[in-house]
């Protein structure tokens, strides 16, 4: 049974930063790409980055870009989501996600193949003006 659990959430301030961990069990972490996506109250589900199975390659949501950064440690089976410059309508829950499929990129056609994944129960991120 694949287990996955966010945390890490919290409330700051704009422009602060703070660091999402996430562990999965139950799977052979260093074959799948892990994801994060977020979703706030009234707005649809967003991917905000997945990094691949080794590490090789990462890909972001545009809202995010140059400000979050995804890396993963495959021997402890975490990945994390470091984010920095937090603004107001970042504010989501935070959900962490490990993709079904072995070895596969995180993206086709612009779409996240990786929301069909294993997901955890998600962390609230709240940033204040």
């Known amino acids: 049974q694949v287990q996955v659990v966010e945390s890490g959430g919290d409330s700051v301030q704009t422009g602060g930063s703070l660091r999402l961990s996430c562990t999965a069990s139950?799977?052979?972490?260093?074959?799948?790409?892990m994801a994060w996506f977020r979703q706030a109250p009234g707005k649809e589900r967003e991917g905000v980055a997945c990094m691949t199975w080794l590490g090789g390659s990462a890909v972001y949501g545009d809202s995010v870009k140059g400000r979050f950064k995804i890396f993963r440690n495959n021997a402890n089976n975490t990945v994390w989501l470091q984010m920095n410059s937090l603004k107001p309508e970042d504010t989501a829950m935070y959900y962490c996600?490990?993709?079904?499929?072995?070895?596969?990129?995180?993206?086709?056609?612009?779409?996240?193949?990786?929301?069909?994944?294993?997901w955890g129960q998600g962390t609230q991120v709240t940033v204040s003006s």
């Open positions: 996600v490990a993709d079904r499929e072995k070895q596969r990129y995180c993206k086709s056609s612009g779409s996240w193949r990786i929301a069909g994944g294993y």
């Open positions: 139950g799977l052979q972490f260093d074959d799948h790409s």
